[in-house]
């Protein structure tokens, strides 16, 4: 197993939305780890103690950080010295606590069935994390645009782009351009024209995007009125 | 035996089913896509869609009584303007009987309304306390008018759906609402994403693709998403399901 938590892996927009994370939320650190095939990087980061406390959860491999994307569900706990917490990740608690850190949320990024990894915010304080669950998971949804393009690694889309260091999230359009069903349906298509796994399937459909200057959602429908077809 | 007395028979029947289903682990996307159908085969109206909004507040579909690519994006085109986003904000139901009052209310949705002979609109809030997380959207011709008491019996449901989705898989975390508004999302998008695999595996249309699904969960007592999951990350082979159509 790789713990991906030096500098050498964050990527900025994705800091940046760690950073505008920890500015709207009554917490002390957000980070944004991506997973891929069970390895787990560090890509985002902003605030107190986010590398120590995902290298504690890559070591023991416990806490809401791994059940988040598990799960597939926000996982979180207010107080990690109150009871519940100690026997469900008793080595996790232990090591988090002595980091100080006392509170933590944790949120899968998905699209659908595609896993790209979590977001997780924690605090020094213990108690309640106020709207931080539907925050970080509406955050959770620009991540996971943001993760994809990381995945994709081609380069073909420079992060300067996103504009997530202004303080924005990624630009509206691309993001609504998720929303359609038909973004999910011709992924689906072109999982079985090419007989890949559907996110590369939806990587395959943004490159062609970016590569005919078409939006994401025009290619989309292209596929699904079997206008276009992807060949292997 | 009258219409009436046949309609109100089937929805008791709905209201028993509803309510069953509630006390058992059910699947959200599945539950929701029987009240929308049986919703719109009671009252004869043309199309109905269950929207949920988002943690941006995006209204997206959740169930629809058709899965015709053209009809969802209907529903979806109310993010900009229509009955749906007018309910949303206000909180309250919104009816147009009049195309005239359509096109002078949402000029950009009404040619698509009278392209599919659509002459009635009818938007219901699923509420809970003080805030609105989805609405009902009810389409008809105009041979099937929704009268108040049909209104308050839509209306009715739409407050079932809103039950049905805070019910549905308690987790201990805290904000249970904000993620089992997620999960549901998440859960409507995996099916999309198997109705691709299915459509294009068996060349047949989105429609087509989603029963077959359903009918491949059912015969074999899955959830539709637990199904959806397996069809769209490879584990299921979208032959089984072709080949038990």
Known sequence: MTVGTGDGSLAPPVTGLCRLALRMLPVDGVSVVLIADSVRTLVGAAGQLTAELEAVTAVCMEGPGVEAPRLGIPVVVTDLAAGGSQPRWPVFAAEAA?????????????????????????????????????????????????????????????????????????????????????????????MVQLDIPIDAALARMRAHAFATGRPLAEVARAIVNRELRFEK | MTTTQSREIRLGRLFVLLADNLVQDFDIVDLLHDLVTSCVDLFDVSAGGLMLADGGDQLRVLAAS???????????????????????????????????????????????????????????????????????????????????????VVQALADVATISLLQHRATEASERLATQLQTALTSRIAVEQAKGVIAQYASVDMDRAFTMLRGYARRNQRSLTAVATELATGRLDPGAVRRAD
């Open chain 2, 66 to 152: 058709s899965e015709d690519t053209r009809l969802l994006e209907l529903f979806e085109l109310q993010n900009q303007q229509g009955p749906c986003l007018d309910c949303f904000h206000s909180g309250a139901p919104v009816v147009s009987t009049a195309v005239a009052d359509q096109r002078r209310r949402w000029p950009a949705i009404a040619p698509q309304l009278q392209s599919r002979r659509i002459t009635a609109v009818y938007a219901f809030p699923l509420r809970l306390r003080e805030q609105v997380i989805g609405v009902l959207n009810v389409f008809s011709t105009p041979d099937a008018i929704l009268d108040a008491d049909d209104r308050a």
């Open chain 1, 98 to 190: 002595g980091l100080g850190v006392s509170a933590v949320v944790a949120v899968p990024i998905r699209i659908g069935v595609i896993r790209l990894g979590v977001m997780v915010a924690h605090r020094l304080e213990p108690g309640d994390l106020g709207g931080t669950v539907s925050e970080l998971l509406r955050l959770s949804e620009t991540a996971a645009y943001l993760l994809l393009d990381l995945q994709e690694g081609s380069g073909h889309r420079p992060t300067g782009d996103v504009g997530i260091e202004s303080g924005d999230t990624a630009s509206d359009q691309e993001l609504t351009n998720f929303i359609g069903a038909e973004i999910h349906q011709a992924s689906g298509m072109v």
